[in-house]
């Protein structure tokens, strides 16, 4: 666990309206509320991890961005 600084009342009032004022100009967004998860089957991850493992994915990519080489910045 952080560890968090005790503030005074005052100053953790302004640093409450600031994360609002924030959050309202859209410039603090709210943290996600349940961790990432994959919406892949479990059989289609270990596809994905075994083309990736063979090198498949890796020749599948070089082959795209060989096409168009503005991707490989992308």
Same mark, same amino acid.
């Given at each position: 666990? #952080?560890? @968090?600084?005790?503030? +005074? =009342? %005052?100053?953790?009032? $302004? !640093?409450?309206?600031?994360?609002?004022?924030?959050?309202?100009?859209?410039?603090?967004?709210?943290?996600?509320?349940? #961790?990432? @998860?994959?919406?892949? +089957? =479990? %059989?289609?991850?270990? $596809? !994905?991890?075994?083309?990736?493992?063979?090198?498949?994915?890796?020749?599948?990519?070089?082959?795209?961005?060989?096409?168009?080489?503005?991707?490989?910045?992308?």
């Amino acid at each position: 666990m #952080p560890n @968090r600084l005790k503030m +005074s =009342p %005052e100053l953790s009032d $302004v !640093v409450e309206r600031a994360r609002q004022a924030a959050r309202e100009a859209g410039e603090l967004l709210d943290p996600p509320t349940a #961790p990432p @998860r994959s919406h892949l +089957s =479990p %059989e289609v991850r270990a $596809v !994905v991890a075994d083309w990736k493992a063979s090198g498949g994915f890796d020749r599948a990519l070089s082959e795209v961005i060989s096409d168009d080489p503005e991707l490989a910045d992308q």
